[in-house]
């Protein structure tokens, strides 16, 4: 599923991360979506069915995806996290259903019921990286001095 999320205060936090580096911007990213992404996926697991509790445990929040997922992949934004479970065909055959057996999901609904408090936390925690590493800057240049 992609998806794209606008927020209130989303260009204020664009100008002020255009103020870092690529790489600073990246990092400061990655936190704040991993923090946010581990509301779905604590949820997801929750909501995962249990038969020797492989799946549940293989829910994460990654910045990778396996080969067969890249090569259906299309990049969509400059900071981009998955999360679900691993690989084993188990996942989605739980989620949408096959082999015989019934959908049981638990990435959707888990994601219908964490969507705000993610945004949110995406919000809060790309403000305090960028507060951080403004704190960070300033103590660098007052050691330069």
Same mark, same amino acid.
């Given at each position: 599923? =992609?998806?794209?999320?606008?927020?209130?205060?989303? @260009?204020?936090? /664009?100008?002020?991360? #255009?103020?870092?580096?690529?790489? !600073?911007? @990246?990092?400061?990213?990655?936190? +704040?979506?991993?923090? +946010?992404?581990?509301? %779905?996926?604590?949820?997801?697991?929750?909501? +995962?069915?249990? /038969?020797?509790?492989?799946? $549940?445990? #293989?829910?994460?929040?990654? *910045? %990778?995806?396996? @080969? #067969?997922?890249?090569?259906?992949? %299309?990049?969509? &934004?400059?900071?981009?996290?998955?999360?679900?479970? /691993? #690989? $084993?065909?188990?996942?989605?055959?739980?989620?949408f259903?096959?082999? *015989?057996? &019934?959908?049981?999901?638990?990435?959707?609904?888990?994601?219908?019921? %964490?969507?705000? =408090?993610? !945004? /949110? $936390?995406?919000g809060?925690?790309?403000?305090?990286?960028?507060? !951080?590493?403004?704190?960070?800057?300033? @103590?660098?240049a007052? $050691?330069?001095?």
């Amino acid at each position: 599923m =992609k998806l794209k999320v606008d927020f209130i205060g989303g @260009r204020e936090l /664009d100008e002020a991360l #255009s103020q870092f580096t690529p790489s !600073k911007r @990246r990092a400061i990213g990655r936190v +704040a979506l991993d923090n +946010a992404g581990e509301i %779905t996926a604590k949820a997801a697991r929750a909501l +995962a069915p249990v /038969d020797s509790g492989g799946l $549940r445990e #293989s829910i994460d929040v990654s *910045g %990778t995806l396996s @080969r #067969s997922q890249k090569s259906e992949h %299309t990049k969509a &934004a400059e900071q981009e996290r998955f999360i679900g479970p /691993d #690989s $084993r065909p188990q996942g989605h055959l739980r989620e949408f259903g096959g082999d *015989g057996n &019934a959908p049981e999901p638990f990435m959707r609904p888990a994601w219908d019921q %964490t969507k705000n =408090k993610v !945004k /949110d $936390r995406i919000g809060d925690g790309l403000w305090v990286g960028i507060e !951080k590493a403004v704190k960070a800057a300033a @103590r660098k240049a007052l $050691r330069a001095k």
